[in-house]
């Protein structure tokens, strides 16, 4: 199993670009989840879904919109890049009642 | 609300025994965790307790958790060098988005 797999790994956009980041689970997780870490803070959730077809906001959703294409794939679009959005990009997805969250490499995403 | 808050920097020699601290202020958190990140990578779980547990051991890694005083710890035995890492701590609920809310992590040095 490759676990959680994210694309791009580095990524440059100009501001007022757009682009799409990309990420799959082959563990057949219900829940899936985008968060972004920048310098000196742990991670903030931007998105989530709880299952295939439904998304939710999470603390910081704006400039972001997201799709839960199927089971497998959770996909998060910055659709007018800032600055503000230069930080690494982290996908996961959970199983189980405890919750274990299980996280992709990330995606580092600088807007200049 | 829910915040979640860790020491910055700890440095220790090899060989030593690690401890991380965090305090956690959501009373009705279910799920603590640890997680581990090494540079240029995700984070990895480490361990998690059930909010009416105190203690679980896992090979070198015992955590401990004061559900009065809302303190979590994480002790390393044997610290070694590979172990130096970015250590998270975090925490959910059982019900609703079930996202993790989590601490801006603490910097393990381990010097030889």
């Known amino acids: 199993n490759a676990g959680v797999t994210q694309t791009p790994k580095f990524q440059v956009l100009k501001t007022g670009q757009s682009m799409t980041l990309q990420c799959a689970q082959d563990m057949n997780h219900n829940s899936m989840y985008w968060y972004r870490q920048d310098p000196g803070m742990g991670l903030r959730l931007i998105y989530y879904?709880?299952?295939?077809?439904?998304?939710d906001k999470g603390e910081v959703p704006n400039g972001y919109n997201v799709s839960r294409l199927n089971k497998r794939e959770f996909s998060l679009r910055l659709e007018s890049a800032a600055p503000s959005q230069t930080s690494v990009y982290f996908c996961a997805s959970t199983r189980g009642r405890a919750n274990e969250q299980y996280f992709g490499p990330g995606t580092r995403l600088t807007v200049t | 609300g829910e915040d979640v808050e860790q020491s910055l920097f700890l440095s220790v020699r090899e060989g030593d025994s690690s401890v991380i601290n965090c305090t956690y202020t959501?009373?009705?958190?279910?799920?603590l965790y640890w997680y581990k990140q090494e540079p240029g990578a995700g984070l990895q779980l480490l361990t998690y307790i059930f909010s009416n547990m105190d203690m679980k051991q896992d090979q070198r890694l015992t955590v401990l958790l004061n559900k009065k005083d809302k303190h979590l710890s994480l002790r390393i035995a044997d610290t070694q060098t590979g172990d130096s890492a970015i250590y998270f701590c975090a925490e959910s609920m059982e019900a609703g988005r079930r996202a993790l809310t989590f601490g801006s992590g603490t910097r393990l040095q381990v010097q030889p």
């Open positions: 879904s709880a299952s295939e077809g439904t998304t």
């Open positions: 959501d009373s009705s958190s279910t799920y």
